[in-house]
Structure formats: C-alpha cells, structure tokens
C-alpha cells in the first residue's frame, strides 16, 4: 500500500466512507470523506487535505469506485479539516461546492476558488439517489446533515464521532442548537450515521442519545461545581478537567464549558457577574455572591 493509499469502506449499497489523513484535533488524526456512487455518477461530501498526493490517491480511489462524473461536492461546514481539500477535487471534477450560505462566508480560501461555491439546496440526486441536505446548527451556524434515506444514511460531520465526543465552540458553536441537532439525528429514521471523524456509528439514534445525555451530564456537573460556590470559567475547566488533557484539546474543551455555560445562562439556571480581579464570575441564581453584593443583572 502505498503511503496514500485510500482505503472505500462500503457503508450502505451505494454509500463509501474514506478516511483521509487531515490535521484535526486528537484523537482523530483523519478526516472522513464520503462517496455517494451509482451508475458511474458521484457526490462526495467533505475533504479535509491540501496535500496533493493525497488528493490525487483519492481522485483515483473515487475513479476505481467506477464514477466516472461527481455531479456535486457538498461540505458539511466550513472547518479547513473538512474543506481545505475542496478547491482541488473542484478542479479535478469541475462539481459545484455547496455548503450552507452562513458557513460560506467563514471559509478561508482563496479568492481565486470562490468561483467554485454555491448556496446549498435543501436536495440533490446521484442517479436517482435522493440527498436531503438539513440545515442544522450546533458546531457550526450553517452545519449540514446529509440524509440519504434511500441507503438508510445520515451524514452528521462534526456532530457525532466515531470515538468520544465533539467540541461545541462559541460564537461559531451554540450548545442548545447542537441539542437540537441531536434530536434531529435520532429522528432521522437512519440507522447508520456517518461522522466527520471516525468509524460508523451502526445507531444512529442511540449515538445521539447518549452524546445529548453525556452533555446533560456535563451541564449537571457544572451546576454541581457552581452550587458548591461561583468559579471563573476557568476554575470550571481545571475543576473538570485538571491537567488530563493535551493542550490543544484542553482549549476545545474550555469552549465547549464555555458553551455549557451560555445555554445555563440563556435557560436562567445560571447567572453571572463581572468581578474586577477574576473577570467573569458563573454562579447559580440568587446565589450569595462572594463580596456579599447583590446579583448583577445582564
Ligand atoms: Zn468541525
């Protein structure tokens, strides 16, 4: 095998999942793009290299697939670890790149490749195939779900992983949207969900469930940290978390606190001052404030 070898895992009759090396967050170190495939046409859903050996093995995997014309190529949302690769399957397949118009504006590529993008539509084809592309926010703002009823598929980008769970981000990230989103999975009626990282997940519902419940859980938990007294976002963090993670997925898991903490705040179930030395300070409702001051309204 050569050192970019592609591997086509076939996931459904007419649906491929090829997990291409990507720079993204540990534990994942590639980035799954899918192949949609039936009598020689292609759709291919999110691709997150710019190296161009590694574009070229996957041009040639979809060719060995029997594709002989990708009709589009659909990003779930905007992150370069599942799109910086877009612009060069664009040149080699001269598909239109959709994705949804409030991620459009967030994607960083060169001008010269914006030509190449388009308004995602609420549905596409691949030879008779049907694609319902679901506006679903949570990671991102314009994040995508591709459902594919038909192969009893639903590709979910950032929403599910194949192993542990996914980083919510504000501003860009929004916990009670992502809730929602996890409902929408377990709704779907697909069976099998496809993540931007990671292997398939053969329940899709069940994946969602218990991704929601683990976040409810984390929710419970910073309500019991703020119940003992008010903590920083910080404290937060380092009472969660402590020293056991990496630097690089310590900082997506403070935002995602940070996110925890937005949805306690928007529900009312937290509340939180401005204190000169510590910065912002997170506690319950009515809760006696360390100076002894009354709660500060924002
Ligand atoms: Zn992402």
Redesign the pocket.
């Known amino acids: 095998m050569c050192a970019h070898a592609i591997q086509l895992l076939r996931i459904a009759p007419h649906v491929f999942q090829c997990p291409v090396p990507a720079p993204t967050l540990p534990p994942a170190f590639s980035t799954n793009t899918y192949l949609i495939a039936k009598d020689g046409e292609g759709v291919v859903v999110d691709n997150g290299t710019d190296d161009p050996d590694a574009i070229q093995a996957l041009v040639d995997t979809i060719r060995s697939a029997g594709v002989r014309r990708v009709t589009a190529l659909i990003a779930t949302?905007h992150?370069r670890?599942?799109t910086s690769g877009l612009p060069a399957l664009h040149r080699a397949f001269q598909a239109p790149v959709y994705i949804h118009p409030l991620d459009r504006t967030r994607l960083t590529w060169p001008a010269s490749d914006a030509a190449a993008l388009e308004d995602a539509p609420p549905a596409l084809s691949c030879a008779g195939i049907a694609l319902h592309l679901r506006h679903c926010p949570g990671?991102?703002h314009g994040h995508l779900h591709v459902e594919i009823p038909g192969e009893d598929v639903i590709l979910v980008?950032?929403h599910l992983a194949g192993q542990g769970s996914?980083?919510i981000g504000p501003p860009d990230g929004h916990m009670a949207s992502y809730f929602r989103a996890l409902d929408a999975i377990a709704a779907s009626g697909c069976r099998i969900a496809g993540p931007?990282h990671g292997p398939v997940l053969k329940d899709a519902a069940a994946a969602a469930r218990q991704l929601k419940k683990r976040r409810e859980g984390r929710e419970a938990e910073v309500l019991g940290l703020l119940a003992e007294r008010p903590r920083t976002l910080g404290e937060i963090v380092g009472a969660i978390y402590g020293d056991t993670v990496p630097p690089g997925v310590r900082l997506a898991a403070r935002r995602t606190v940070q996110a925890h903490l937005q949805h306690l705040l928007s529900c009312g179930l937290a509340e939180r001052e401005f204190d000169a030395g510590r910065g912002f300070v997170y506690r319950l409702p009515n809760q006696i404030t360390l100076s002894g001051r009354a709660p500060t309204a924002y």
């Open positions: 949302h992150h670890d599942h990671h991102t980008g950032d996914v980083w931007g």
